[in-house]
């Protein structure tokens, strides 16, 4: 079974530029997670998404960073202007369970972004 | 504010020696609790989990916690290391709708 694929795996970029991240979650999970990661942090919740809806947006800095999952399935993040402290890694990881009990969710290997 | 803290940032021991690694939470309620590593260069994946039960859980690769309900705390061990448990761990805490994660402990096992 394919697990969670993401891309790019690096990307680094000048300040001020835009910049996307594609996942795909494993067939079948129907919850889809954007995570970001800090140097010297844990993972945080930025957008979780039931099927095509956006159920928990809360964390995601809506003035820059946007996401879709138009048809339930992959998944875009879009940051637009990048800023120094967008540097990170940012994971996707789905799950085959609803959302009222969060069981183990899958990762991808995450998309380190650089920004300069 | 709730959270979940690992007491260590950097563990470094040898081969064959025990590893312990500290977990508290601080949210109420039951909650699902989780390990979770990242070795060098792969993606996170589940070293093992608690919901119910059997407070003491067993995962992959020889690894067990321990859920001790009245301190909050879910600490990971290992009686023996080996070179390749070099990795980063990652404590986390199943809330409605996502996983809470700790900082993250970075071991270090020297052959």
């Known amino acids: 079974e394919a697990g969670v694929v993401q891309s790019p795996r690096y990307k680094i970029i000048e300040k001020k530029q835009p910049v996307a991240f594609w996942c795909n979650p494993i067939s079948g999970h129907n919850t889809l997670y954007w995570y970001r990661q800090n140097l010297g942090q844990g993972p945080e919740l930025l957008i979780r998404?039931?099927?095509?809806?956006?159920?928990?947006d809360s964390q995601l800095p809506k003035d820059r960073f946007s996401a879709e999952r138009l048809k339930g399935v992959d998944s875009t993040l879009k940051i637009q202007p990048a800023e120094l402290g967008d540097s990170a890694v940012y994971l996707c990881?789905?799950?085959?369970?609803?959302?009222?009990?969060?069981?183990?969710?899958?990762f991808g290997e995450g998309s380190r972004l650089t920004v300069l | 504010a709730q959270s979940v803290s690992q007491h260590n940032h950097h563990v470094i021991l040898s081969e064959a020696a025990s590893l312990e690694l500290g977990c508290n939470y601080s949210?109420?309620?039951?909650?699902?609790l989780f390990w979770y590593v990242q070795y060098p260069g792969q993606h996170l994946q589940l070293l093992l989990k608690?919901?119910?039960?059997?407070?003491l859980v067993k995962g992959i690769k020889g690894f067990e916690a321990e859920f001790i309900k009245s301190k909050f705390s879910f600490n990971l061990r290992k009686p023996s290391v080996q070179w390749s448990d070099t990795a980063e761990y990652f404590c986390?805490?199943?809330?409605?709708?996502?996983?809470?994660f700790g900082a993250g402990t970075t071991v270090t096992v020297r052959a």
């Open positions: 990881a789905s799950s085959p369970t609803t959302s009222s009990d969060t069981g183990e969710l899958f």
């Open positions: 608690y919901f119910s039960g059997d407070p």
């Open positions: 949210y109420g309620g039951t909650v699902n």
């Open positions: 998404y039931e099927n095509e809806e956006a159920v928990d």
């Open positions: 986390a805490v199943g809330l409605p709708g996502k996983l809470s």
